[in-house]
């Protein structure tokens, strides 16, 4: 048995408790960084833990000093935290890699050397309503205005359809730094999570992903009616966009296909990922198996990381009632092959998300046909 090392992990939420998942099962110790009872540290009984917030130096500090290698489950934590703490304890992957990408538009502009394909865009410095007219007269409309930072699940998107969306634009997403996007107009989004490892940068297949008011909805894995050869070029290009970067573990990207069949990188982050939460019932190891053991280079076999049986994911996200994802899981419960995967973090709000379920079946039909009830159900729950 190797020797196991401690891991800490900053941030509790839903990626954090999957991790948590992950090392219970390899009796490697989690040491996470959230707020007490947060819904990784439910899972995990020890003394290791830490109480506070990523974004606190102090309470980074504190973390390194229990664990051996760090890691995180979210990319807006206090980078300048993990630079101090990287000469104590490995940070995987890189501070430098999390610094990067948490600015989205720094993200795209280090990309950009690399010469991956992404939708044209312009970087605001006064946010002002000329400075934005002046850009949409060079990209067009529509056009998506977005913030460089803290962006997740939309929030931090706008779509800017003309002129006359320009004041209302800006006052949603006024004090934060802002970029603007050329419209991609794609006929479909999609997803491949690639772990990169100490010698390796490896990839599951591509899926395909459904996103509602921006946040993503479904995946399909793999892709439906998505060619071979697109498939495999999806994968090339995630892998060679993450390899711009520095640091071991799970990386997700995100696509758009056009058209005309090309692909563009939509955003890419440094961590586990939404769409790769199907690799646990879809695969031999999961999204979550696969970067605990690039962290603590144990190995990966490349055919692990194969879909076993055509997957579907559901998002259950907060309703228009506090218990909505609740009975969405009890529909859950009596549909076939339906794994449900409920995060424990309380009470629900709106576009929140609280729990996934994934189907697997022989085919994709049938998976998608066994697991339309309770889209339908979901559909019915919107808030
Ligand atoms: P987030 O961090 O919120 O996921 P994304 O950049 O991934 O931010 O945007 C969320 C969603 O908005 C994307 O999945 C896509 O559906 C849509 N989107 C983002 N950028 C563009 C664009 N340039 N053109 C068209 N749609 C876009
Ligand atoms: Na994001
Ligand atoms: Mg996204």
């Not at 460089?148 to 320009?166: C, E, H, L, P, Q």
């Not at 603007?180 to 997803?191: C, H, I, Q, S, V």
């Not at 697109?230 to 056009?258: D, H, P, T, W, Y």
Request: hydrophobic share 40%; glycine share 6%.
């Amino acid at each position: 048995m190797w020797n196991s090392p401690k891991v800490g992990i900053l941030g509790g939420g839903q990626l954090g408790r999957m991790l948590v998942e992950s090392c219970n099962r390899l009796n490697i110790q989690a040491n996470v960084l959230d707020a007490e009872n947060s819904p990784a540290k439910q899972i995990s009984f020890h003394d290791g833990h830490v109480t506070g917030s990523f974004k606190e130096r102090e309470a980074v500090r504190q973390l390194a000093k229990s664990c051996d290698v760090m890691t995180a489950e979210i990319e807006h934590v206090d980078t300048y935290a993990l630079e101090e703490v990287a000469s104590e304890v490995r940070v995987e992957p890189s501070w430098q890699a999390i610094r990067t990408i948490q600015n989205k538009f720094n993200q795209k502009e280090h990309l950009r050397k690399y010469g991956i394909p992404m939708a044209d865009h312009r970087e605001l410095v006064e946010n002002t309503p000329e400075e934005l007219a002046q850009v949409g007269e060079q990209l067009g409309y529509p056009m998506m205005l977005k913030s460089k930072t803290m962006a997740y699940d939309g929030r931090g998107n706008f779509r800017v359809n003309s002129k006359a969306d320009i004041p209302e634009a800006l006052d949603t997403l006024k004090d934060r730094p802002l970029y603007a996007e050329k419209w991609a107009y794609f006929k479909m989004e999609l997803a491949v999570m690639v772990i990169k490892t100490k010698d390796e940068v490896l990839s599951y297949p591509t899926v395909e992903t459904v996103q509602e008011d921006s946040i993503c909805k479904l995946v399909y894995a793999p892709a439906r009616n998505v060619p071979e050869a697109i498939n495999k070029e999806a994968q090339a290009l995630a892998r060679k966009a993450v390899s711009a970067f520095e640091g071991k573990g799970a990386f997700g990207v995100e696509m758009f296909l056009l058209e005309d069949n090309s692909l563009m990188l939509c955003e890419l982050a440094s961590r586990i990922h939404n769409s790769g939460h199907y690799t646990i019932e879809g695969c031999a190891l999961s999204q979550f198996d696969s970067h605990i053991r690039a962290i603590m280079d144990l190995p990966i076999p490349a055919k692990s990381l194969e879909i076993r049986q055509p997957s579907v994911m559901l998002n259950i996200i907060g309703g228009a009632t506090p218990d909505s994802h609740l009975k969405a899981a009890e529909h859950a419960l009596s549909i076939p092959n339906a794994s449900i995967h409920l995060y424990s973090k309380g009470a629900a709000k709106p576009g929140r998300k609280m729990g996934h379920i994934t189907v697997t079946a022989a085919t994709m039909h049938e998976a998608e046909t066994m697991i339309q009830p309770l889209v339908d159900v979901v559909d019915e729950m919107r808030a």
